[in-house]
Every structure is written in C-alpha cells, then in structure tokens.
C-alpha cells in the first residue's frame, strides 16, 4: 500500500534557534519517524527571497539550514530532502497557478498584511508567495501538509487552488488536508511579550550555542516577582514562558513542571533548566560539528534528494502541461 504524501518547506532566515528546533522541524522529524508518510521536506530559498540579503549570507544561511535540519533529526534515508530551486518544476507550475489565483484572493492573506505592518516591502513574491506555496505542495500531490494555526490559511487557499484547476481542466490535484500541529511558541528571554528571534540575540537561544553561553542566557533571562515557579501565561508570561521550555525539553507538561519544582527559588530552576537544554542539544552539536566539516556529504545528500523528487515534479508538470493545452 503506498503510503500518504506529507510535503513541508524549511525556510532558510538565519541560525536556528531552540524555538525553529520545538516547532516545526520537531515536528517533521516526528512525522517522519513514524513510518506512516512518504516524506517530502525541502529546504524553501524561493521564499527566501522575498526580503533583502547579501548573496554570501543567502548562501551560508541555506547551508547552515540544511546542517541544522540534519544534525536535528531529518534522516535522508527516511525522508526526501532537497533544495527548492534545485526543482525549476516548482517556479514552473507557480505560474500556471497565477493565472488561477485572483488578487483579492491573495489581498485576503493575513501573514502578507502582518508582514507589511512591520515594514518589509511590499514586493510582488512576498504578496504571491501563498501561490509558490500551493505550487509546492501540489507538485507532489500531497495528501497532507503539518502546519500551525497562523498557516491555515495559506493551506486552505492551496485547496481553492486544486478545485479551481480540476474544475476547469480535469481532476488532476487531490485537496491537502492539513496536519494541525500545536508548535510552543516560544518567547525571547529578555522579552516576554515577543517571540525568540536573532532579532533579540540575548533572548535567543541557538541550537549551536555552547554550554557556557546557554547557562549565561538563561541565567539572565527574565522571570517575576513571585517566589515560586508557575505556570500562567496570561499573567505570569516570563517564567511561564521558561517552564514551557523546560517541558518541551523535558517531556513532562508544564504543570509536572510546576510540581517538580514546587518550593524551588528560581535560581535553582534556571540551573536545571539549562542542563536539561544543554543534555538535549550535545547530540546535535556534535553531529553538526561533524556535517560542517563534511561540505560533500551534505551535498550529496541533497543532490539524492533531488533526484528523487524530480521525476515526480516532472511528470507533474508534464500532466499539468498537457491539460492546459500548452503539450
């Protein structure tokens, strides 16, 4: 029995840190290892395009990605892994979709009106950017795609998207239904009230950062007034945020955590805290020690990855050309 088709893209946007690792690249090595799925995951430099960069950064970002997302978890002989712009498939059937897509359509994005409020520019990829994500999925003819609430949307804009191409030229897309994942959302350190982000760097932990430099961070990182641990992230958002941490990390719930540390200062706390990051992250430290010095064997992962997806994209966008009438 041939197993569902899962696609999901990596967005290369600097070194990851703890909060990328707890939400979605957990959650693919998750899908990954259950065996259930035949496994799509590409690491999305199209849509990486869409803020300004320095070449040279571009490229060591998507390296580093690709290393990250390794040491982490994805395993090449579980998953099909692979460089988006590597498989010109993707731009190609992104086009076709343009034609299908109408710009109040795409006006109705919520992540493209958020990201204009923050000031980046306005340029034509980031407002067709749900489209090369709807081309993305479609080309593989995934059966489901893992996402979070705040990509819901993009996900059900793919489906309007099939239904649109099968209901004028043939049933060609199956609809992707979408693998709800509850990503932690994890807040800087120093910043309660704002997610963990490079943007923050003091706040933020990196999956590379040293023992040394996780204890310092989190033994600064901001906590309350109160003199127990608690679990309110209403109105106690700075430890709560720091107990959601511990418990992603550590496998009990926040409330196990709560309890364990029940008449503990935070100090000791933090202490704990770090070493059981610390513990989690040494294997992928060492393992990423090991794939940046192996420039070749990543590539060649990558290069296998690609030429498994690639007839599949091709034969796609052949069907695809054939019933548009342009083969």
């Given at each position: 029995m041939t197993k569902p088709i899962i696609v999901s893209g990596l967005k290369p946007s600097?070194?990851?840190?703890?909060?990328?690792?707890?939400g979605m690249l957990k959650q693919a090595i998750n899908l990954q290892n259950s065996g259930k799925y035949k496994c799509f995951y590409f690491i999305?430099?199209?849509?990486?395009?869409?803020?300004?960069?320095?070449?040279?950064?571009?490229?060591?970002?998507i390296y580093r990605m690709v290393v990250d997302a390794l040491a982490a978890g994805l395993d090449p002989k579980k998953s099909v892994i692979f460089i988006q712009s590597h498989i010109s498939e993707h731009a190609n059937?992104?086009?076709?979709?343009?034609?299908?897509?109408?710009?109040?359509?795409?006006?109705?994005?919520?992540?493209?009106?958020?990201?204009i409020g923050e000031g980046q520019m306005p340029n034509v990829g980031l407002f067709g950017y749900p489209v090369l994500m709807a081309a993305d999925i479609l080309l593989y003819k995934a059966k489901f795609v893992p996402v979070g609430e705040d990509q819901r949307q993009h996900l059900e804009l793919t489906s309007d998207i099939a239904r649109t191409f099968n209901r004028r030229f043939g049933k060609t897309f199956p609809e992707p239904k979408a693998i709800l994942?509850?990503?932690?959302?994890?807040?800087?350190?120093?910043n309660p009230y704002k997610k963990m982000s490079k943007t923050l760097p003091q706040g933020c932990l990196y999956l590379a950062d040293s023992p040394e430099t996780i204890r310092g961070k989190v033994k600064t990182a901001v906590t309350d007034s109160h003199r127990e641990i608690g679990y309110d992230p209403k109105n106690r958002p700075a430890i709560s945020n720091l107990v959601l941490i511990y418990s992603e990390f550590s496998?009990?719930?926040?409330?196990?955590?709560?309890?364990?540390?029940?008449?503990?200062?935070?100090?000791?706390?933090?202490?704990?805290?770090?070493?059981?990051?610390?513990?989690?992250?040494?294997?992928?430290?060492?393992?990423?020690?090991?794939?940046?010095?192996?420039?070749?064997?990543?590539?060649?992962?990558?290069?296998?990855?690609?030429?498994?997806?690639?007839p599949i994209a091709q034969t796609t966008i052949q069907e695809v050309k054939k019933e548009i009438g342009l083969i």
């Open positions: 600097g070194e990851l840190h703890i909060g990328n690792y707890l999305a430099d199209y849509h990486a395009l869409t803020v300004k960069y320095k070449v040279k950064d571009k490229k060591e970002e059937l992104t086009w076709i979709f343009n034609t299908l897509t109408s710009v109040s359509a795409l006006e109705r994005m919520v992540e493209y009106k958020e990201k994942t509850k990503f932690p959302r994890v807040m800087s350190l120093d496998g009990l719930s926040p409330m196990e955590v709560v309890k364990k540390f029940k008449g503990v200062g935070y100090a000791e706390f933090k202490k704990d805290l770090a070493k059981v990051i610390i513990k989690t992250l040494k294997p992928i430290q060492e393992k990423r020690k090991k794939l940046m010095k192996n420039p070749k064997l990543v590539m060649k992962i990558l290069a296998e990855g690609a030429k498994k997806a690639q």
